[in-house]
Every structure is written in structure tokens, then in C-alpha cells.
């Protein structure tokens, strides 16, 4: 549910900040008041293009943010899709804030919870969270595939249609595994027989994880032997064995230094360390000599290094690899093989098919018998809402196409027809060429299929454009009813539909400082009165459209 809009130098409002509720809220206003704007505001937050000349007047920059509370029905699948992309939900898991920003120099910034999004990222979450009506662009009803759930959903077909995704997919890989293996054919043969020679070769070479650098190390160390030793040896002659060693020179500061510190306390301190550095230098010494006693320079053991050495080189190079990359090369061999040779039994492969055939069949054969009664059911239902939007004549039909081979969405195509009127022939309902009677037909679908909507907010731009009379109240009750299952939010010019809102808005625009800016008004009991009373006398408010201002709202 849509809790609250924030504008910031957004066209001519210069700051506004607009809770809402729950239930069916009505703007009203005088025509370019600015009721457009909170739709377009809150169509750039769901992602929509953003252009410079939405700035207000005299600013730099233009900010909209909404916040959304993400119901109870929603909160897993919503939280699910958030962790996928990175944007954890806040407030105890249901707080939702979509940010965008709109820079002078046409540059847009999109935020969700706080994060960067891309505007994908910021469609894909307004799509789950609010559907606009009445204007082409941001409709979910145009989508075939949106068409497809709805219908659905209202018959309780989710379930089963995601059956039949799975078993889609996995009969798919299956006919790709096995066209694979009849293309393949000789080369099939031909590349399993070089990978059972490479995998011989590999397996006799049995190179190991982290044995290069092992090999590397002990090379380096028997390949400087004589180097090693000559250096050890030399260090203990000057540490310890030339007559003027650093050992006896070290004693003899030491017993000096011992000495003074008897006679000044100040020397205690030196006279501890360089005690510490005797005994370092005495381990130092002894640690050499043992190293010098263990050390093992075979020469042999270097032939056999080397060898190996220049076998892992070799067999590297020749497999165009790192030598450290073997071990791994030789566990990918042995599964490619395994693979392929599992890959060359096309008696099992196509009898796999055949099975995962008939088992998506099955499935898919029960979704489409359940569509076609569904998709009649709710044709009548929306058909006869439809007769009392002036629409008399008009239909609604489901058509469901066959599809020359079944999908991951079944055995049809799923497609919403629309006739206005009798007589005419049901076209796509993306082709309906009337906004307003696209704006209707989209609230008798949503009113029929409310229970299954997977939408929390909805909202209607005019959809009484066209109508009046009993036809506008039929709509305002119409919203009403759906208010109860949904927030609804509706632009309106007629009285009857605004009488019918638990909540009411009114845009206007007043002069400030030589500039004109929109602001929204929530309206009370008395305010509401003078309102409708407006809607319904023009310019003149007399006491008889008072009256029968009160007389609506007393009725609803």
C-alpha cells in the first residue's frame, strides 16, 4: 500500500509532502490543477522516463519519493525478489521507499531502500506494487503475459501453470541433450576417444593439488645446495668461529656493560638486552649448525625433480594450461567423458523424452481444460459489469489460441478481447482506441478479478471520461467496492464518483511570489461539501447545489 508521496521541485509544486490511506481516495480539482502531476510524480518513482523539463522553474534539481507498506499476502515473495537484487526491506521487513531523482542536465537517479537501482530494478518493484488505469503506458492489463496470471490467478491455476513451467523446462533440456547426440554422430565418437587418451595420459601423470609449488621450492633449494652450505658455514665462522666472532665480541660488551649497570641502575635496561641478544645469537648459532648436520642436497633427488618438473611442463603445454591447472583438468576429462559416453545411449535419451513428454502433456492438457472454463466465467462476469458503464452491447472474450507447440506457459496463447459496443468485433485489448473505455473495462476486470489481484494499489486517471448520470455512479460504487480489497486512488471530475471516496483530495494552484504552484488539500466533512458542490455547479456555488452536494455524500 502506497503510505506516502514526497515532492521536491517537481513541475510547479515547489514541496509537498501527501499521506494516504487505505480504501478509495478521490483528487479532485479544476482542469490544470495539477492532478496530473501526482500521477506523473509517482510514474517516474516506478520508472518511467524522466526529462529535465520536469524540474520546477528556477531549481536544479527535482526529487519523488514513495513510500510503500508491503502487506502481510506479499511480504515473501517481495522479500524474495529484493534479496535477489540486493535491496534488504526495511521497518521490520515491510517498509518499501522508492526514490528518484532528475538532475538539470537530464541525468535521473534511481534508489531503492536507500541502494542504487537501475530503472529496471524500479519498474520490476512498481509492477508488484501499483497499477495505474487509464493510461496506455504502465498498464499491467496490456501485457499478454500479466493477462495470462490474471486469468490464473482468479481460477487458482498458479499452482498448476508453475507445474507446468517445470516440466517445460525439463523436457527441454532433455531434447536438447538428445538432438545433441544424434548432430553429433562420428564427432561424438571421435572427441570421446580423444578424451579417453587425454584422460589416460592425465591419470599416469597424476599431477596433484599444490604440487608445483612444492616441486618449485624443493628445486630451488637443491638446485643452490652448494651455495647454501657455503653461506651457512661462513656465517657460523664469523658468528662464532674466527677469532674476533661476533659471538666473543658480544660476550665481552655483555660482561662490560654487566659490570657498569652495578654501578648505574640506568644501565640495567641496555644490559637486559643485550643479554637477550646473546642468547638469540647463541640459538642463531646452534640452529645453524643443525641445519648444517640434517641438510640433505642429494644430487639424485634433483634429477628426479627436474624430471618431473619438465613432464608437468610438457603435459601443460601441450594441453594449453597452467601446470598448476592439471589436477584440475584431470577431474574436468573424467566428467566430460562420463558425460558423453551417458550422452551416446539414445535408446535411454529418447525414451526419457518420450516420458517427459507425456508427463508435460498431462499437465498441460488440465491447465488448458480449467482456462477454458475460467476464461468463460470471467468473460460473463465482465461482460455484464460492463452494461452498466456505458457500454451497453460491449463484451469481454478470453481467447485462447492454440500454440503450434506447447510452452513453458502451456498449450495456448492467452489473449484479453474487447468489443465497446454491439456489433463491433472483439479486438485485442491493447488496440481499444478509447482511453476512457479502456480505463473502464480495465476497472470492470479489476473489480471482478479483485479477490486474485496481485496488486495492492490501483489507480484510475478519468476513468469516468465520457459518462455521467447513473453510469458515474455506478463507477464511483464500483471503486468504492474495490476499495475494500484495495487501495484505490481515482482522478475524478464528477461529483457522483468523488461522493463515493472514504477519502478526499483536492489539487489547486494558487500565486506565490509572482510564480504558481500546486498544492493538495485534504478535505473534511464541510470542505468536502463545498467541493462537490463545486463538481457540481461549476463556478456559482448556490445553496441547491449545496444541498444536493450533501444529499451524495449522505447516500454513501
Not at 592439471?326 to 558425460?339: I, N
Not at 492454440?402 to 468485433?425: C, D, K, N, R
Request: net charge negative; charged share 25%; glycine share 8%.
Amino acid at each position: 500500500m502506497l503510505q506516502n508521496i514526497s515532492l521536491r521541485d517537481f513541475v510547479i509544486v515547489d514541496q509537498l509532502e501527501l499521506d494516504f490511506a487505505s480504501g478509495f481516495t478521490v483528487l479532485t480539482g479544476e482542469t490544470g490543477a495539477g492532478k496530473s502531476i501526482l500521477l506523473d510524480a509517482l510514474g517516474l518513482v516506478l520508472g518511467e522516463r524522466a526529462d529535465s523539463s520536469q524540474i520546477r522553474e528556477g531549481s536544479t534539481r527535482a526529487e519523488i519519493s514513495a513510500l510503500f507498506r508491503v502487506d502481510n499476502e506479499q511480504i515473501n515473495h517481495f522479500s524474495a525478489w529484493l534479496d535477489s537484487q540486493g535491496f534488504p526491506l526495511e521497518d521490520e521487513g515491510q517498509s518499501l521507499l522508492l526514490k528518484r531523482t532528475i538532475e538539470s542536465n537530464g541525468r535521473s537517479r534511481a534508489f531503492i531502500n536507500g541502494s542504487v537501482a537501475t530503472l529496471a530494478q524500479l519498474r520490476e518493484a512498481g509492477d508488484q506494487l501499483v497499477d495505474i488505469h487509464g493510461q496506455h503506458a504502465h498498464q499491467l492489463l496490456l501485457k499478454g503475459g500479466a493477462q495470462r496470471e490474471l486469468l490464473d490467478r482468479h481460477a487458482g491455476l498458479l499452482s498448476l501453470a508453475t507445474e507446468v513451467s517445470q516440466a517445460f523446462k525439463t523436457l527441454n533440456d532433455s531434447r536438447r541433450r538428445l538432438e545433441q547426440a544424434e548432430n553429433a554422430g562420428q564427432d561424438i565418437e571421435r572427441e570421446r576417444e580423444r578424451l579417453q587418451w587425454q584422460l589416460e595420459e592425465l591419470t599416469e601423470l597424476s599431477p596433484q593439488e599444490g604440487e608445483w609449488s612444492s616441486i618449485q621450492g624443493e628445486h630451488s633449494r637443491l638446485a643452490n645446495g652448494a651455495k647454501i652450505i657455503d653461506g651457512c658455514q661462513e656465517a657460523i665462522d664469523i658468528l662464532s668461529d674466527a677469532d674476533n666472532s661476533i659471538e666473543s665480541s658480544l660476550s665481552k660488551v655483555c660482561s662490560t656493560i654487566g659490570a657498569l649497570a652495578e654501578h648505574d641502575s640506568a644501565l640495567g635496561e641496555i644490559n637486559t638486552a643485550l643479554e637477550s641478544a646473546q642468547i638469540q645469537l647463541d640459538e642463531a648459532i646452534h640452529s645453524l649448525n643443525r641445519y648444517l648436520q640434517k641438510v640433505d642436497l642429494d644430487p639424485a633427488r634433483l634429477g628426479q625433480i627436474e624430471e618431473r618438473m619438465q613432464a608437468l611442463h610438457t603435459s601443460a603445454r601441450k594441453y594449453r594450461t597452467e601446470v598448476n591447472e592439471l589436477p584440475k583438468l584431470l577431474l574436468e576429462t573424467a566428467d566430460r567423458l562420463d558425460a558423453l559416453t551417458a550422452s551416446q545411449n539414445m535408446e535411454a535419451l529418447r525414451e526419457k523424452v518420450k516420458q517427459e513428454e507425456a508427463a508435460y502433456l498431462k499437465l498441460a492438457k488440465q491447465l488448458s481444460q480449467k482456462r477454458g472454463v475460467a476464461a468463460a466465467d470471467l468473460g460473463k462476469l465482465v461482460t455484464d459489469a460492463m452494461q452498466n458503464l456505458s457500454m451497453a452491447g460491449g463484451q469481454l472474450q478470453i481467447a485462447l489460441t492454440p500454440l503450434s507447440e506447447g510452452g513453458s506457459f502451456g498449450l495456448e496463447q492467452i489473449e484479453f478481447l474487447v468489443a465497446g459496443h454491439a456489433g463491433s468485433t472483439p479486438r485485442s485489448l491493447a488496440k481499444v482506441a478509447s482511453g476512457g473505455e479502456l480505463a473502464r473495462i480495465s476497472l470492470a476486470i479489476s473489480v471482478i478479478t479483485s479477490k486474485a489481484s496481485f496488486t495492492p494499489t490501483l489507480i484510475f486517471d478519468e476513468v469516468d471520461a465520457g459518462i455521467g448520470g447513473a453510469v458515474a455512479e455506478t463507477v464511483g460504487k464500483l471503486l468504492h467496492q474495490l476499495g475494500q480489497s484495495h487501495q484505490i486512488l481515482c482522478v475524478t471530475h464528477l461529483p457522483q464518483v468523488a461522493a463515493q471516496g472514504n477519502h478526499h483530495l483536492k489539487v489547486s494552484k494558487i500565486q506565490s511570489d509572482d510564480k504558481t504552484i500546486s498544492q493538495v488539500q485534504a478535505l473534511g466533512r464541510p470542505e468536502r461539501v463545498e467541493e462537490v458542490a463545486r463538481m457540481l455547479g461549476g463556478a456559482t456555488i448556490t445553496d441547491t447545489t449545496r444541498r444536493h452536494a450533501r444529499e451524495l455524500l449522505e447516500q454513501n
